[in-house]
């Protein structure tokens, strides 16, 4: 019987990548020259030619040029423009234009000011524009004495830059250089200074010649700071500032005001990281892809990308940029003054990677689903909480403060993991009574470690986002207790003293009145506003419930229990 011989098939080799992409191990798009080539200036060369691996390779394997993406459209390998239309073809890397330069590479003729660069533009309308100079007059008489700006400059990099590096302190610092020896500034640097100004004259204990400064105006401090935001507000108002003046200052001014929204407020649209987000994508799209350095501006991105992926974990609102964009970053020691600071941002980088992961899982997932997940997260955070303990050696109280900091936004994270189950049924999910207990747990830790160390977190300008953690936290412990799992008395001790803060600290606003009033509530007592000016609740806000959803409920960021 004969057998049938079947010959080996001989598949016709196809070139997949150029011989460059074939050596480094990359992936290639096949276009010629290909993008890789082309980032680098080399020569994009296809075909069965022998190369030598020590052929020159101008860039190294372990670096992927930015602004190259792997899943560019690719052409079928068989149809291959003529090569002699490229050779000898000098090669220059794309950039990023606007249409003012796009007419200017254009080699069109063009008549007047259209060809002039936004940064010279933005000069000529601020010091020709009538309602802009008056403005900025107004802004130069808010300017304190240089003394008090020094004392407030020093303040600034010493608490609010130890959670976001926003400003370079060696630029601010010759900026008050030229200001003492010149009495001149540029107009968009004034604005940065009395930003700063802004911030810093209501954190915490000012010193003593703030306080005479403050006192010789004859105006409270909100006021004078209220003065300086409503002016500032008006020079971004206008159209040509808004549309020239987009700067790496103009960056770092939203991303300082984003940031002292997330500190203080927590029903407001923070809507200055919005436009932070929104000019560094305009100024440069590259800010997008960071698989490698690229100086200052990296780390103003980094800087951007943390605020408001503390919004998201901290307040619980959606943020503004993609969580897949943010989870690729990596903090590098060039961009912080020492070591310790550059260990806390990539431990808060992992942290708020984390946060970001849990959100997006919640929000795309069942409770049952959630369930399978749960492990996952609770393994990368019991990993993160060894490198929080093994950083918090310092008796340095700034080291302190990023420590407690690190701690709290961990608990609030595992709160984030677990805070949900509260809402539903015991019988819709598995191990019901295992999940609440870890919120129990979980509300307590972060319950006792922001009423211990509430005063260095108001030294430090974190006390407004700190106390609506805690209160948020004790109706979800009340809400726990409801359901059977049993507090210790400290835990009224500690609502006791969060009510006392608020006291103290006078708030002229009526929602912490409510925040008050809902305290008193919590430890089983009456409302009574004999301490404080007048009601702060209507007359049909009868439950605790009804209480807790005149504060949060008109805003999004917060789980409200329903159907309980």
Same mark, same amino acid.
């Given at each position: 019987?004969?057998?049938?011989?079947?010959?080996?098939?001989?598949?016709?080799?196809?070139?997949?990548?150029?011989?460059?992409?074939?050596?480094?191990?990359?992936?290639?798009?096949?276009?010629?020259?290909?993008?890789?080539?082309?980032?680098?200036?080399?020569?994009?060369?296809?075909?069965?030619?022998?190369?030598?691996?020590?052929?020159?390779?101008?860039?190294?394997?372990?670096?992927?040029?930015?602004?190259?993406?792997?899943?560019?459209?690719?052409?079928?390998?068989?149809?291959?423009?003529?090569?002699?239309?490229?050779?000898?073809?000098?090669?220059?890397?794309?950039?990023?234009?606007?249409?003012?330069?796009?007419?200017?590479?254009?080699?069109?003729?063009?008549?007047?000011?259209?060809?002039?660069?936004?940064?010279?533009?933005?000069?000529?309308?601020?010091?020709?524009?009538?309602?802009?100079?008056?403005?900025?007059?107004?802004?130069?008489?808010?300017?304190?004495?240089?003394?008090?700006?020094?004392?407030?400059?020093?303040?600034?990099?010493?608490?609010?830059?130890?959670?976001?590096?926003?400003?370079?302190?060696?630029?601010?610092?010759?900026?008050?250089?030229?200001?003492?020896?010149?009495?001149?500034?540029?107009?968009?640097?004034?604005?940065?200074?009395?930003?700063?100004?802004?911030?810093?004259?209501?954190?915490?204990?000012?010193?003593?010649?703030?306080?005479?400064?403050?006192?010789?105006?004859?105006?409270?401090?909100?006021?004078?700071?209220?003065?300086?935001?409503?002016?500032?507000?008006?020079?971004?108002?206008?159209?040509?500032?808004?549309?020239?003046?987009?700067?790496?200052?103009?960056?770092?001014?939203?991303?300082?005001?984003?940031?002292?929204?997330?500190?203080?407020?927590?029903?407001?649209?923070?809507?200055?990281?919005?436009?932070?987000?929104?000019?560094?994508?305009?100024?440069?799209?590259?800010?997008?892809?960071?698989?490698?350095?690229?100086?200052?501006?990296?780390?103003?991105?980094?800087?951007?990308?943390?605020?408001?992926?503390?919004?998201?974990?901290?307040?619980?609102?959606?943020?503004?940029?993609?969580?897949?964009?943010?989870?690729?970053?990596?903090?590098?020691?060039?961009?912080?003054?020492?070591?310790?600071?550059?260990?806390?941002?990539?431990?808060?980088?992992?942290?708020?990677?984390?946060?970001?992961?849990?959100?997006?899982?919640?929000?795309?997932?069942?409770?049952?689903?959630?369930?399978?997940?749960?492990?996952?997260?609770?393994?990368?955070?019991?990993?993160?909480?060894?490198?929080?303990?093994?950083?918090?050696?310092?008796?340095?109280?700034?080291?302190?403060?990023?420590?407690?900091? #690190?701690?709290?936004?961990?608990?609030?994270?595992?709160?984030?993991?677990?805070?949900?189950?509260?809402?539903?049924?015991?019988?819709?999910?598995?191990?019901?009574?295992?999940?609440?207990?870890?919120?129990?747990?979980?509300?307590?830790?972060?319950?006792?470690?922001?009423?211990?160390?509430?005063?260095?977190?108001?030294?430090?300008?974190?006390?407004?986002?700190?106390?609506?953690?805690?209160?948020?936290?004790?109706?979800?412990?009340?809400?726990?207790?409801?359901?059977?799992?049993?507090?210790?008395?400290?835990?009224?001790?500690?609502?006791?003293?969060?009510?006392?803060?608020?006291?103290?600290?006078?708030?002229?606003?009526?929602?912490?009145?409510?925040?008050?009033?809902?305290?008193?509530?919590?430890?089983?007592?009456?409302?009574?506003?004999?301490? #404080?000016?007048?009601?702060?609740?209507?007359?049909?806000?009868?439950?605790?419930?009804?209480?807790?959803?005149?504060?949060?409920?008109?805003?999004?960021?917060?789980?409200?229990?329903?159907?309980?």
């Amino acid at each position: 019987m004969s057998t049938k011989v079947v010959k080996p098939s001989h598949k016709k080799p196809q070139v997949k990548a150029c011989l460059k992409c074939r050596l480094r191990k990359v992936k290639c798009n096949r276009q010629y020259p290909c993008s890789r080539c082309n980032e680098s200036n080399d020569t994009c060369i296809y075909g069965e030619n022998i190369v030598s691996q020590s052929d020159d390779l101008s860039t190294p394997h372990h670096i992927i040029p930015v602004g190259t993406d792997d899943r560019e459209e690719t052409r079928p390998v068989g149809v291959e423009p003529s090569t002699s239309n490229h050779i000898g073809i000098e090669r220059r890397k794309w950039a990023f234009v606007d249409w003012r330069k796009l007419v200017e590479l254009s080699q069109l003729k063009t008549k007047g000011p259209f060809l002039k660069d936004a940064e010279s533009s933005l000069i000529e309308h601020l010091r020709k524009n009538p309602s802009i100079l008056g403005i900025l007059e107004q802004l130069r008489d808010l300017l304190p004495p240089l003394g008090i700006c020094k004392t407030l400059i020093q303040r600034y990099f010493s608490r609010v830059e130890q959670v976001s590096c926003i400003f370079d302190k060696a630029q601010v610092e010759k900026c008050i250089f030229d200001l003492e020896n010149t009495n001149k500034i540029p107009e968009t640097t004034l604005i940065t200074l009395l930003a700063i100004i802004s911030v810093m004259l209501p954190l915490g204990e000012p010193p003593m010649e703030v306080d005479n400064y403050v006192a010789s105006t004859g105006k409270n401090v909100n006021n004078i700071c209220s003065e300086i935001d409503s002016k500032i507000n008006n020079f971004l108002q206008d159209e040509d500032v808004n549309r020239l003046w987009k700067t790496n200052d103009r960056i770092r001014l939203h991303a300082l005001r984003a940031q002292r929204m997330s500190r203080t407020e927590f029903r407001k649209l923070n809507t200055d990281t919005c436009i932070a987000v929104h000019i560094c994508c305009f100024k440069n799209p590259i800010f997008q892809r960071m698989h490698s350095d690229t100086g200052s501006e990296a780390k103003l991105w980094l800087t951007v990308c943390e605020i408001d992926a503390l919004d998201c974990v901290l307040n619980y609102c959606p943020p503004w940029i993609q969580h897949d964009v943010f989870s690729i970053l990596t903090p590098l020691k060039s961009y912080y003054p020492n070591d310790s600071i550059y260990e806390f941002h990539c431990i808060l980088s992992k942290l708020l990677v984390c946060g970001l992961d849990v959100y997006k899982t919640v929000h795309s997932s069942t409770a049952v689903e959630f369930i399978d997940v749960i492990p996952h997260f609770e393994t990368k955070l019991s990993l993160i909480l060894m490198d929080i303990e093994s950083n918090s050696s310092s008796d340095d109280t700034s080291a302190i403060f990023r420590g407690l900091f #690190l701690k709290v936004l961990f608990w609030v994270v595992r709160k984030n993991l677990y805070q949900y189950y509260i809402t539903v049924s015991p019988a819709s999910v598995p191990n019901y009574e295992k999940l609440l207990q870890n919120l129990t747990q979980t509300l307590k830790q972060l319950t006792r470690i922001i009423t211990n160390s509430i005063n260095i977190f108001e030294e430090y300008g974190w006390l407004n986002c700190m106390l609506v953690q805690a209160i948020h936290s004790f109706y979800l412990l009340r809400i726990c207790s409801d359901k059977g799992y049993s507090l210790e008395d400290n835990i009224f001790n500690s609502v006791s003293a969060i009510q006392a803060i608020i006291k103290r600290t006078n708030y002229s606003h009526r929602l912490w009145k409510k925040m008050y009033d809902l305290l008193q509530v919590l430890i089983g007592g009456v409302v009574s506003n004999s301490e #404080l000016e007048e009601n702060a609740f209507e007359q049909n806000d009868e439950t605790l419930f009804d209480m807790f959803a005149d504060i949060f409920d008109s805003n999004f960021n917060f789980i409200v229990p329903s159907g309980l």
